[in-house]
């Protein structure tokens, strides 16, 4: 059902598109199981990361690489994307920003290690993962979608 609806959403509203299963349940693109999958992903490198980030007294990002800064400038864009949104009512635009950040997330990993970095590094990389994770969420269920901790 969340490939269905992610699908008409992600879609411009004044645009037809094709109806088609085998595009919407694809793990690749711009499909609900792609960012499903993404934030999936960012959970488990939470989990094994370890670290209770609601304990941390003063969360500091450490932004070095640019894939780090990239998807950090990527999430604080957030606000002005649903403002968008709600201005011209084009959830497309939600859905282009979420895929963008899951794309975004994909590269600061393969270039960026998390688990095995150094401290203070880790923690920094670990936050900018939890920051990703709400970011997706947060957007996921502004469209009706909700997520899952496993796939």
Do not use: W
Request: proline fraction near 4%.
């Amino acid at each position: 059902l969340s490939a269905v609806k992610y699908a008409d959403l992600s879609q411009n509203r004044t645009s037809d598109y094709i109806f088609s299963y085998d595009k919407m349940l694809n793990l690749q693109g711009n499909t609900a199981p792609y960012l499903l999958y993404a934030y999936v992903r960012v959970q488990g490198i939470s989990r094994k990361g370890e670290i209770d980030l609601d304990q941390l007294t003063n969360p500091r990002l450490i932004l070095q690489e640019a894939p780090e800064i990239t998807l950090a400038k990527h999430i604080l864009a957030l606000e002005e994307v649903l403002a968008e949104v709600t201005q011209d009512l084009y959830p497309n635009r939600l859905c282009q920003y979420l895929f963008e950040l899951s794309q975004k997330f994909n590269q600061f990993l393969e270039q960026c290690p998390v688990l095995k970095a150094e401290e203070p590094i880790r923690t920094s990389r670990l936050v900018l993962c939890n920051l990703t994770a709400r970011t997706l969420k947060l957007g996921l269920s502004l469209l009706g979608i909700s997520v899952l901790e496993r796939m």
